[in-house]
């Protein structure tokens, strides 16, 4: 049984002569545990498809299931749940917030969760220490380094303990190095259990994915 389920997605913008799809009809399944890259040129579609399955861009027609529930089906609301309980967000810019320490980033996505601030502090200090940063938490972030914001960010997509991640570029703005590290990080996040789903342009970083989505022109052109 396949854990999250997308049935030809497709996503147009604008009407008449102007409409431009940018998602043409994508199908694929992908398995509890899976680290799936996708890749494509500029303009392929690969972040419009990310958001379609990060619950925050509705497509034009098709359906995403998710653990056996539909996505799209369900209002606002329940979608906004659904994105706090199931998924956890990397994205090509750290979006750190300057004024707040390392461990107060961290625990911007448990604002909304149930819990006192002890038990939410405590998550924040272990989704820390997973990322080797819990001697920074007091740190604000232009006191560390731009791998160090990188692994702050992954730190806060995971606090939450979602059982998907999905991460648009995470390695778009680093050197080599930090490249690695952090691909090696969200490895580990896969081993133990993480399904992982990224976007990338590197071909460097999609080899430590299991399997390879290639999207061109909005079409899925590619599933190994």
Known sequence: MSYIVAEDLIKQYGNGHATVTAVAGI???INEGEFVSIMGESGAGKSTLLGMMGAMNAPSSGRLIVDDIDVYSLGQEQRAD???EFLGFIFQS?????YL???ENVMLPLAVVKAGKKKKWIMAE????QVGLLDKARRLPN???GGEKER???ARSIVNEPPVLLADEPTGNLDTKTTGEIMKLLRRLNEEGMTIIMVTHSSDCAGYAQRLLKVSDGKLIGDN
């Open 27 to 29: 199908s694929f399944n």
């Open 152 to 154: 702050v960010a992954v």
């Open 126 to 129: 272990e989704a820390l220490d």
């Open 143 to 145: 006191q560390i380094s």
């Open 101 to 103: 320490t390392v461990i």
């Open 94 to 98: 750290f979006h750190l917030v300057p």
């Open 82 to 84: 659904f994105r706090r």
